[in-house]
């Protein structure tokens, strides 16, 4: 019996080890639209997006010159600046968290992410005239 207890046991830490490496390097790969672009910032961090509440470093925040990527598991939501239509910083229990409202119509139509560097990406932010609250 305890023979096939610890054999449980070690299937299941095993299956969600697997599940976490998965999630992390699905969050890790790029997109066609990044192939050839300069990242301006990019952090492995938590977030809110659709109807997922992640933990870091499950979501990829990526800062190109002309759009952000947010990348989760197997999604990537790619929002041109000039679709933002405002953003605003609030605290949390723990971090602070930057929600993008935007206006593009295949996607939700905000998400937030808990960024450790918050303050560097709202002054990159900034110098797109992106409207923060």
């Known amino acids: 019996m305890n ?17 976490f490496y998965y ?3 699905q969050s890790k790969k790029i997109s066609d639209i990044e192939k050839g672009e300069i990242a301006i910032f990019e952090e492995q961090c938590g977030g809110w997006i659709d109807n997922y509440r992640l933990t870091m470093p499950f ?9 952000l990527i947010v990348t989760y598991i197997k999604t990537s939501h790619i929002v041109y ?21 935007h206006d593009k119509n295949n996607t939700y139509k905000q998400f937030t992410i808990f960024s450790k560097s918050t ?9 797109k005239n992106i409207i923060i609250e």
């Open 81 to 101: 600046f000039d679709d933002i239509a405002k953003i605003k910083i609030k605290n949390y229990f723990i971090s602070k968290g930057i929600t993008y409202y």
């Open 3 to 19: 023979i096939i207890f610890a054999i449980y046991s070690i299937l299941i830490v095993s299956s969600v080890l697997v599940g």
């Open 23 to 25: 999630a992390f390097k």
């Open 119 to 127: 303050k560097k990406v709202i002054d990159i932010l900034k110098e």
């Open 59 to 67: 979501v990829r925040h990526t800062l190109y010159e002309d759009f």
